[in-house]
Structure formats: C-alpha cells, structure tokens
C-alpha cells in the first residue's frame, strides 16, 4: 500500500481524504482522524483514533487513542474477558446464541464497554504488547514489546514486562511538566509545519515553546 507514499500523499490530498486504511482493516462504529495509517488486519471497534497515528495487524476496542500514536503490529487493546467465576469460562456463558442457549449475557458484555482504555498523544506501543481492560497510558509514554498492562501508565515513562512496571521516565518531572503544558500534539497543520523542525530538538523546543 505504500510502496510509492509521495503520490499516495498527493492522491489523498487531492481527494480531501488524507486517512490511509489498508482494504483488509475493519473498522466499525469508531472514528479515524486525518493523516493515520491502518495497515493489514487491524481491526477497530467502538473506538477513536487519533490523527498521525498508526497500526497494524492490531485490535483495538472500546478504546480512545490519541494523535501521533504508534502502535506495533500484534498489539490488543482492551481484549476480550472470560467468566473465570463460573463453573465454566467458556464463551458459550455469554455467547449463548451461538450455541443455542438463549440470548446473549449483555452484562457480561456491557463490563468490558463500561471500562474503556485511554491512551494519550505521542505514546509508542511495541510489537505484540497486551493493554487491559480500562487502562490508561498517559502521553509520551513508551509499553515495550510484549508487554502486559494491568495498571495506569504515568505520561512520559517507559514500562516494560509482564505484567507492565515501571523502567524509567524519558525525562525529568520539570520537562514533563513543560511538554504537557506545551500541547504540541493539537497544532494545526500549518503551525506543525512551521515548527517542524523544532520538535527533533528538545533542547531547542524547551526554549521557544516552554519558557516559564
């Protein structure tokens, strides 16, 4: 799909569409924001999804994903439950129609709705990692490859293993602080392309765009 991305841009500049979703995704009931890309096999359900983000071959459900997002393949965002407290956790407690045993259990399913996943701008989620059922990954933030998310993830800092701790924060609570406040993620397209340059450097966007 993007083996010529240069006239891919220009085609969907031209056609106002500026999204770039692979034939074989699936997404339903969610909305997509401009400049993202969903590659092969991602599949999209109940969910928003941020501009200038990007998937692949990943689930997404009942979750709300910020721009400038980048999700690895393989990735399951808010995946499916089981009734471990029943006598049996097979899906045929809650997909009874399917078995001939009734109607559906929408509280079962209304659970997982009711705890929806945020995940903030700029977050990096690497290949294969598992985020649960109402978790929050705050801004900037970076879930290492395979990892499984059980718990809330403070913006800018790197978790890692399973289930999901704390490595280390990509910077100091002061810049934090100043990226937060800065909102860079909600420029428009013009001013994002004025100071382009100025988001390879943080020493130099700390000084045009967060002094105190």
């Known amino acids: 799909m993007l083996n010529n991305p240069e006239a891919l841009i220009q085609e969907k500049r031209a056609s106002g569409d500026l999204r770039m979703i692979d034939p074989t995704a699936v997404v339903i009931n969610s909305d997509i924001g401009e400049w993202v890309y969903l590659g092969p096999d991602t599949m999209i359900i109940d969910s928003t999804f941020g501009d200038y983000s990007y998937t692949d071959e990943t689930m997404i459900i009942y979750t709300d994903v910020g721009k400038f997002c980048s999700i690895a393949s393989h990735v399951a965002i808010n995946p499916g439950n089981h009734p471990m407290w029943r006598v049996t956790q097979h899906h045929m407690t809650y997909r009874r129609r399917q078995y001939g045993f009734g109607e559906d259990d929408q509280e079962f399913f209304q659970w997982r709705k009711d705890h929806r996943c945020s995940i903030g701008h700029d977050v990096w989620i690497g290949h294969g990692a598992t985020i649960m059922a109402g978790v929050s990954i705050g801004t900037g933030s970076v879930v ?26 990509r910077f100091p609570d002061d810049v934090i602080v100043k990226l937060l406040k800065s909102e860079w993620w909600n420029w428009d397209r013009e001013t994002l392309e004025a100071r382009f340059e100025n988001l390879l450097d943080l020493e130099t966007f700390l000084k045009k765009y967060c002094a105190d």
């Open 144 to 169: 290492g490859s395979g990892a499984v998310v059980t718990k809330d993830v403070s913006p800018y800092t790197i978790v890692a293993g399973v289930p999901a701790r704390p490595i280390r924060k």
